[in-house]
């Protein structure tokens, strides 16, 4: 089947929950999605993921694939 907008795009799948919000280093606000995406990358692959992830972000050509939005608990909400 055709991509059609999506040829072209490099996704990134992850869970949101696994996100570790805030960054520990504000200066670097990819750090958490970094960390996440390079523990499921192979030993090869993990070294130079840091810099594609970034370009892909700054090109325009990364696609987010989000999982777990629904699980993350609502803004203004307490659990008790």
């Known amino acids: ?6 040829a072209g795009l490099s ?3 992850f869970h949101a929950g ?4 805030p960054p520990r280093n504000p200066q ?8 996440i995406l390079s523990a499921q990358a192979s ?3 993990a070294p130079r993921l840091a810099k ?3 370009a892909s972000l700054e090109e325009g050509t990364a ?3 989000v999982d777990g939005m629904d699980e993350l608990p ?4 307490i659990d008790g």
């Open 28 to 35: 670097n606000p990819l750090e958490p999605l970094i960390e």
């Open 52 to 54: 594609f992830i970034a």
């Open 63 to 65: 696609l987010l694939l």
């Open 74 to 77: 609502q803004a203004g909400t």
């Open 11 to 13: 996704p990134f799948h």
């Open 18 to 21: 696994d996100l570790n919000l």
């Open 43 to 45: 030993p090869l692959t």
């Open 1 to 6: 089947p055709e991509l059609g907008s999506l």
